[in-house]
């Protein structure tokens, strides 16, 4: 039996911080909740590759004189912040820019009139209606905050919540601002949520 993991780093973060992938992916394979799946296994593959997050508003131009665009190279991935889609993008991509090629060649017009259809059967496609439909995501799920002070302030948030030691509990609005205290402004709480609200 095999067992595929997967590890996905965002390009600017892996900048500021100066770490390098291979250096958060040993650590992640090191972590107890993994490597107790992966102890005494062994290495058949591994791959990397590079994908861009700017959604439907940062599309390149998909077709031109000679030439289609489909899958990763045009830039066809979601991150809903549940799921990565991007193997069903490429692959429907890939089909249509094959049809429409197809359909170039026996019309020997490879012109860029007739490969501008392809851009036409994307939009009717599911492909660039999800893309469309979340178009707002990638700001969202670009926020610094919902990766470092967020997870901070809700695990503060939960362990006064939770934790007992005989001194009295504080009144939630006092547990919520401790939280918060050093982590994160109110405001940019509430930006981020009002952002995320009208995006998501």
């Known amino acids: 039996s ?5 590890f996905i780093a965002n390009l600017r973060s892996l900048i500021t911080s100066r770490r390098s992938i291979d250096e958060l992916f040993d650590e992640f394979l090191q972590h107890p909740l993994v490597a107790r799946w992966i102890e ?3 290495l058949a593959e591994y791959s990397g590759c590079f994908v861009t997050e700017g959604g439907y508003r940062s599309l390149p131009s ?33 089909r249509i820019a094959g ?16 490969l501008e259809r392809y851009l036409a059967r ?7 209606r999800e893309l469309r439909r979340h178009r707002g995501y990638p700001k969202v799920f670009t926020n610094p905050r919902l990766y470092r002070a967020y997870p901070e302030v809700l695990s503060a948030l939960l362990h006064d919540l939770y ?3 005989g001194s009295g509990r504080r009144h939630l609005d006092g547990v919520v601002r401790g939280a918060l205290r050093g982590k994160a402004a109110w405001w940019n709480l509430a930006g981020d949520l009002i952002g995320a609200g009208r995006r998501l």
Do not use: C, I, W
């Open 122 to 128: 994307l939009e009717e496609s599911f492909v660039l």
């Open 2 to 6: 095999s067992l595929s993991l997967g």
């Open 163 to 165: 934790f007992v030691d």
């Open 99 to 114: 049809e429409v090629a197809a359909g170039a060649a026996l019309a020997k017009d490879p012109a860029p009139a007739r």
């Open 62 to 94: 998909l077709s031109g004189a000679g030439y289609l665009v489909a899958g990763s190279a045009a830039g066809l991935f979601l991150n809903t912040g549940f799921t990565l889609r991007g193997m069903d993008f490429a692959l429907e991509s890939g």
């Open 40 to 42: 005494g296994g062994r």
